[in-house]
């Protein structure tokens, strides 16, 4: 299962693919908006939205993506480990 994590924090980018790893998932991390980040975003199976911590134009961009992708859109206030970790419990199999 592919992944996209959009927002959180810079300082957890490997914790997140380490968390992801664990769950036999394969993980892009975005923390900061970059020009061509729709082109990078791909078309996984699930969008994890880091709503605290992320922009409103990175949040559009994302919801249009997966729009185009029919992909699952899990919003979550806080970005820590242990949400990722449930979020993952949720949607993905062990």
Do not use: W
């Not at 998932?25 to 975003?41: E, G, I, S």
């Not at 994302?62 to 029919?70: E, F, G, I, V």
């Amino acid at each position: 299962m592919s992944i996209v994590i959009v927002g959180g924090h810079d300082r957890m980018v490997c914790q997140y693919k380490k968390i992801c790893k664990n769950y036999k998932c394969k993980a892009k991390v975005f923390t900061k908006m970059t020009a061509d980040m729709d082109k990078q975003l791909g078309s996984p199976d699930v969008f994890i939205l880091f709503t605290s911590t992320v922009s409103h134009k990175m949040v559009k961009c994302a919801l249009d993506q997966a729009k185009n992708t029919s992909a699952q859109v899990i919003r979550s206030h806080t970005s820590s480990s242990a949400a990722l970790e449930g979020i993952l419990k949720e949607c993905c199999v062990n």
